[in-house]
């Protein structure tokens, strides 16, 4: 069984940079599918933000590309989020997200909220 956490702080000024990382158990990020992080802010819907490939290829979302980066760590299996500039438009719960097959696994979510 495939689990994941995120991890992070939870309170970014507005102008730095959010970071967040997700370990994985029970699966490698080096030989499964995909590894996306999404959001969702107060009231609102579902907003995917990128992934990162088995192979360690990247893609992101159009609308958040020049602020997003997915790195990873494969010695720890783990995967991160870097985005940059972030303003109060960026308060969200942020989730890890692994595709393997036609399964779908998701971190418990962690909350970030940007504010001085």
């Known amino acids: 069984q495939v689990q994941l956490q995120e991890s992070g702080p939870g309170l970014v000024k507005p102008s730095q940079t959010l970071s967040l990382t997700c370990t994985v158990s029970g699966g490698s990020i080096t030989t499964t599918d995909t590894w996306s992080w999404i959001r969702q802010p107060p009231g609102k819907g579902l907003e995917w933000m990128g992934l990162i490939f088995y192979s360690g290829n990247t893609a992101y979302s159009p609308s958040l590309k020049s602020r997003t980066s997915i790195s990873r760590d494969t010695s720890k299996n783990q995967f991160s989020l870097q985005l940059s500039s972030v303003t109060p438009e960026d308060t969200a719960v942020y989730y890890c997200?692994?595709?393997?097959?036609?399964?779908?696994?998701w971190g418990q979510g962690t909350s970030v909220t940007v504010s001085s």
């Open positions: 997200n692994a595709q393997i097959g036609i399964k779908a696994y």
